[in-house]
């Protein structure tokens, strides 16, 4: 007689549902029963323990509009599927897709007292979020990466399953989750200490056990005193570009940034190369991401003392922030070069 096997149920966005790219975002929830997308992979990884019965779907952009009422939705159609293990993603370093991913695998853990597992890169806004409420396997930025991190996932939630042993963050390769556990090591805790602190004594490196929060501290920009005054500059992490892409810029995971005069970037062929938004209305109306006839109006009515011709771009999706303070920097020091005062950031 088969011995009963395990139901895993999954959840994707609509790029990996196999429903449609960023045009679909906005599509609802709906259910396969049947592994659609990366679950084909964990149903492969988990066959001889599981069953994948069925994959959740919804749209990026539904997710992240209706956030209470998506997570109420989906949390009741993987409830009708009667899983025994919930996987979620994996959502990379995609920003939307970690938040709904997070979401659900905190939500469903919670609702119904099963495991959860998903997995993002270390620097998707998702992971502090939730980092506590799941098991979240560090991925790399990109996608093409998937079936290197899937077998991480599978493996650790085949064992949640089985009661087994899960290991610490660093040696499992998830992130951190802060939550203290019993174990014994081959050195009691004043040893190790001591240990430790010798290395410390002699400048040799040594790893602590208790590593706090590294959180940067950004000092808030002094308010504009006078905007009948003021220098004004428009910056965008939005990804308008000339056709020619003159400065490389690359659809994501972009470390270069953009300086273009305005009315000979929309005279010209343009178009917008970020990958992570629908760049439609942008490419219908530029006006929409730069606000640069409004603000000339300020201009010649006096309400505002400058704008500056060029715009500064940049392309936000999948940025590292180690990349995203260069390119700051750089755009910074180009603003201070010129004299500008402030600046106004339009995003997607």
């Known amino acids: 007689m088969e011995a009963k096997k395990w139901r895993v149920v999954c959840y994707v966005n609509q790029f990996f549902g196999q429903i449609g790219g960023e045009d679909m975002a906005h599509v609802g929830f709906s259910v396969k029963e049947e592994p659609v997308g ?18 959740v779907i919804c749209g990026d952009n539904y997710f992240a509009e209706n956030t209470d009422k998506a997570v109420a939705e989906g949390v009741e159609l993987v409830r009708g599927l009667k899983p025994d293990l919930f996987i979620a993603g994996p ?19 919670r609702e119904l007292g099963i495991p959860t597992v998903t997995g993002m890169f270390p620097e998707n806004p998702a992971v502090d979020l939730f980092r506590k409420d799941t098991y979240i396997v560090k991925t790399a930025i990109l996608s093409s990466t998937l079936r290197k991190v899937a077998p991480t996932m599978a493996s650790i939630g085949a064992r949640l399953l089985k009661h087994e042993h899960i290991g610490s963050a660093e040696s499992e390769g998830y992130v951190i989750r802060d939550i203290i556990l019993n174990e014994e090591q081959p050195q009691n805790a004043a040893d190790r200490a001591i240990e430790m602190l010798l290395k410390k004594i002699k400048g040799e490196p040594f790893k602590s056990e208790l590593l706090p929060p590294n959180f940067d501290v950004v000092e808030p920009a002094p308010p504009v005193a006078d905007l009948k005054t003021a220098r004004l500059a428009l910056v965008s992490d939005g990804g308008l570009i000339p056709q020619t892409n ?42 929409r991401l730069f606000p640069v006839d409004v603000l000339r109006e300020e201009v010649e009515q006096g309400a505002l003392g400058y704008l500056d011709d060029e715009v500064y771009v940049a392309c936000g999706n999948c940025a590292s922030v180690a990349a995203s303070k260069a390119k700051g920097q750089k755009i910074a020091q180009a603003l201070l070069d010129k004299g500008i005062t402030a600046a106004i950031l339009t995003s997607t």
């Open 38 to 55: 990366p679950a084909l992979l964990f149903q492969n990884l988990l066959k001889d323990d599981c069953d994948v019965v069925g994959t």
């Open 91 to 109: 959502a990379f370093n995609a920003g939307r897709y970690g938040i709904s991913c997070g979401n659900m695998a905190a939500a469903v853990g």
């Open 246 to 287: 003159p400065d490389k810029l690359k659809p994501n995971g972009s470390t270069t940034v953009g300086c273009y005069n305005w009315d000979q970037l929309i005279a010209e062929p343009y178009f917008v190369i970020h990958s992570g938004y629908d760049g439609t209305w942008v490419m219908e109306n530029p006006y």
